[in-house]
């Protein structure tokens, strides 16, 4: 999910298919400039040159687009959310979206029991030192906790606190660990939601058809787009966790066919 999957030149825009310009044309009518701080954070671009420089665009597109950002700040505000926690950190994009969405919530950048309102886990110490030194450049250092580490481990730790939005981006076979942590130690708050990014990847879609345990010898559509052999496992999980989810009678969940796939994620009343 590039960030130049959203930001395009006037080329771009004249080569784009129909759906191309859609996307463009919806991503500048986010835009908002009537918020503050804006809808698009100003350093966001910077961001992501840098990550391209350093790591190169097949390893940049981990980060999220200006699109989606701009929607999870959206989401940030329309639940009025105080606490977010993010697994998978990668160079900070997702989280100065989110930190700027909660100032313009009034969160002030550490609460009353000492918490920083974004906790952003990630087992990258690499990724972790660029993404402080993105959120310094941001402004937003002071409401962002980098956790480094396992993120099973890091959550076990987590358990007592509560957070209003939980996105998960990062190791996607553990999807489903990271989600029945969340839900069974009481971790997302009343009315909260939970993101999980990429639920629908090229190598997860072709397992439209088959039923969950999937078996080994399990055959997926043969799809005449590009898969990556290496990513089966990867897309046997995420197609388990999406239809774990689905049939989880403590939630609801609703699939967004943007990008690679957005899960928006509730639990039901007395869950």
Known sequence: MAFSETI???????????????????AKASVNT????????????AVHADTVAQHGERVAIMAISGYQGMLQSFLVGLLNARRVLEIGTFTGASAIFFANALKRNG??????DGHKPIVSLDISHEFAQTARQNFDRAGVN?????????????????VGQTFDIVFLDADKESYRAYYDKIVGSKMLAKGGLIIADNTAFN?????IDISVPVAKDAVPLRVPYSRHPE??????????FNEYVRQDPRSEVVMLPLFTGISLIRLLPDN
């Open 142 to 158: 002071e409401y962002v906790d980098v956790v480094v580490g396992d993120a099973h481990e890091s959550l076990n730790e987590l």
């Open 8 to 26: 395009g030149t006037n080329e771009d825009y004249e080569q784009a298919s129909a759906d191309q310009l859609r996307m463009f044309y919806a």
């Open 34 to 45: 009537n918020v503050d701080p804006p809808s698009m954070p100003s350093t966001i671009g």
């Open 231 to 240: 990513c089966v496992d990867e897309g046997r999980a995420l197609h388990e």
């Open 203 to 207: 190598w997860v879609t072709p397992f």
């Open 107 to 112: 969160v002030a950048s550490k609460s009353t």
